[in-house]
Each structure stands twice: as C-alpha cells, then as structure tokens.
C-alpha cells in the first residue's frame, strides 16, 4: 500500500488526549498526518513526518476527525416544506406530521429511495460527514420497514430498527397489537439489517412499558439498543435508556436532576441534536449541565423531513455553541469523538494511529472557526478511509 503525508497543517485535531493535558482535542500545531491504505500510520509536527510515497501540502490549513452523525433519518420520500412554513409563519398546520412522510415512503418505490438515501450523504460528506447512523421509521409494516433497513446497510453499517416511531396508522386502535407487530415479525424481518433497535419513548408514541418491551426483545435478537428520549416533555426515556445500558439517548430535552445524575454515571451517550430546536421553535437542550456533570455528550443533525431537515453538522456545532451552551472545543469533541462514542466505535472521530484515515482539511486557520464563522462552507476537502473524495 502506498503512504501518503499530508503537511503544513496549521492546527491537527487529533481528539487523542494523551497529547495535551489541557484538552480532549490533542491539538498539534504545524502538524503532519501520513495515511497508508485506509488507516492512519503517524501524527507529529511537520518538520518530524517520515518519508512517503506522496504527499500534500494542506496549505496551512486546519485538519480535525470526519464528522460522526449518530443519529439520521434518511429512508423517506418526500418532505413537509407545508408543515415548516406553516409553523414558522405561525399558522396552524395539521397535516399529519410523520404520518405525511409514512404514507410518502410507502408510495415510493426502492429506486427512489435508495437515490434520496445517495442524495443526503453526499450532501453530508461534502460538509465532513464521514461517518453516519440512519434509521427505518417511515414504513411502518413489516415490508416497508424491511425493505428501509436493507437500502440503508448498502450505505452504512450503523443501521437502527424504527419500528417503534410512532404507531402505526393502521394499529391507530390497537397500540398494543402494533407493539406485538414491532417485537415480533417486523423485528424477525428487519433484524438481519440492523446493529441497532430504537423507540421514540415520548408521549404520543411509545410510554416506558411498551418501549422496554420493545428494547428488550431486539437485545435478545441481538440488537443492540438507543432511545428517542426526553425530546418534548420529561419521562422515563433517559432512565430506561441507562438501565439497559443503551449506547445512546438522544434528544436529552428535558431532564431532570436525575435523569442527569444517571447519564453521568453510566455509560449512556447523551446525544444532542439542536437542528430540532433549531427548526421546531423548542427549548434548547442545555448541554452546559449535562457536560458539567460529567456525562459524555455526542452532537448529531437529526436529519429528517419534519423536524430537522439538515445534514451539517457544522451548523449543528454553531447552533450548540451559540444556544446550549458548549465552547468551541466541546461542540467539535461532540460531533467526532462524542458520535463515535454513541456508536461504539474507536476506529473514527480521531485522527491517531490505527484509526481509519477519516480528515477534513478546513479552509481556515483554526476549527474555532466552524462557530465562528457559521453558514460558511468551511471544507476544503474530505479523505474517506484513507481516499480523498471531495
């Protein structure tokens, strides 16, 4: 295999803090990466690179980790332009929120869907996303949701069962016959596609019953589980989430003392994700109080039709520093090292040897500068397991 080094980086975020006591970033200036295959072999000043077999002048530009999405929603058709304008002119709107996008996806046929899930991630990895979760959740039947899963792992092998959105429309007067739907052949179809099993926890979805139901019969198919959790109100989402020891709980809107108190002293990822507030008008996560005790915290796009239709995560770092509360540094630890963490992962969201060779060169001195200068299109370019494709 070839080695490649790339040089003249004015600032490399390594996010290995073994390199700085100061920070969880492992920042090195006037730094160097050298890349072989799809890994990284080396990280160090300029001056100390070694010899290889091709190199890159970064211009002195900033380098940090490819963005880690942890949690998308990208098997749908459709969107609901209607429902946003209406919410921010104002008016009332009751189109049917995710229902509107259900009956979109099931009209859509494979092919279709399969573009738009092609579509969003270019969309993304041209703004640094080269890691990403997505999830089924707009199908609803045991064919559609099946049918969701097995286009998403042809892009990504951190694929999330959605059964558990809401409930079906067809079960509108059967909640608890559509949870048997969830656990049993829905789960039977869609398990060989998926990593991972989730449920909305929220009221209007699914209570604390029905969503450890529903997590625990995917953890016995092997699944492994998250949670929608404490988006629009407090509930039992984060507690059960940390009981059973979920690699995430995602939304983290509304918590009590003791909501906080268990994500800090468990292994549970709080992922936050402000392009929901950001599009909904709602109250900001408070990732202040949250990081303050000690939990980990992950920064994710959300990207649906309804609540969040965007796939930067650079926007997602600029809303959370300008409105939750997080410095610079955190936001950027967040939406790298942070989603690696809320997918178990330790091969991405760092640049160190041994990790996969996921960079992003910015077009700017520092990564201070994706809150600093936010909307901008800061990157420059984009190496994916250790080959530039942008």
């Not at 179809?189 to 009221?203: G, L, N, Q, S, T």
């Not at 996969?356 to 520092?366: E, F, G, N, Q, Y």
């Amino acid at each position: 295999m070839t080695t490649t080094a790339i040089t003249n980086i004015a600032s490399l975020v390594t996010n290995d803090p073994s390199l700085c006591a100061d920070s969880p970033l492992g920042p090195i200036q006037d730094a160097a990466v050298v890349i072989e295959g799809d890994r990284v072999v080396w990280t160090g000043e300029s001056s100390k690179a070694p010899a290889t077999d091709n190199a890159v002048d970064a211009g002195g530009r900033a380098m940090i980790p490819g963005f880690v999405d942890s949690h998308s929603h990208l098997v749908f058709a459709g969107d609901r332009t209607e429902e946003f304008n209406a919410r921010m002119s104002g008016r009332a709107y009751s189109a049917g929120g995710i229902r509107t996008t259900v009956a979109a996806t099931r009209a859509a046929t494979d092919e279709q869907l399969a573009a738009n899930v092609a579509r969003y991630l270019a969309e993304a990895l041209r703004q640094g996303t080269t890691t990403f979760e997505t999830k089924s959740g707009y199908g609803l039947t045991v064919e559609d949701e099946a049918r969701a899963l097995r286009i998403a792992a042809r892009h990504t092998e951190e694929v999330t069962y959605l059964g558990a959105h809401i409930v079906s429309p067809d079960y509108a007067d059967d909640p608890a016959g559509y949870v048997d739907l969830v656990t049993g052949p829905m789960l039977d179809a869609c398990a060989p596609y998926a990593r991972w099993i989730d449920v909305f926890c929220e009221k209007g979805a699914f209570d604390g019953d029905q969503a450890r139901a529903i997590l625990t019969a995917g953890m016995a198919k092997g699944l492994h589980p998250r949670v929608h959790a404490n988006q629009l109100g407090h509930g039992p989402g984060v507690q059960l989430a940390v009981e059973l020891g979920a690699a995430s709980a995602d939304h983290c809107t509304h918590l009590t003392d003791a909501d906080v108190d268990a994500l800090a002293q468990g292994s549970t990822v709080a992922t936050l994700l402000p392009g929901a507030e950001f599009s909904t008008r709602a109250t900001w996560p408070d990732a202040r109080r949250i990081l303050d005790a000690g939990a980990t915290v992950a920064l994710s796009t959300d990207c649906n039709p309804g609540s969040s239709f965007t796939s930067s995560m650079p926007f997602c770092i600029a809303l959370a520093v300008r409105d939750m509360g997080m410095t610079p540094d955190e936001a950027l630890w967040s939406a790298t090292a942070g989603g690696a963490a809320a997918l178990r992962r330790t091969d991405v969201g760092r640049i160190a040897p041994g990790a996969r060779a996921d960079l992003v060169l910015l077009d700017a001195p520092s990564h201070v500068h994706l809150a600093y200068r936010p909307g901008v299109p800061l990157v420059h370019a984009v190496w994916r397991r250790g080959e530039r494709v942008s």
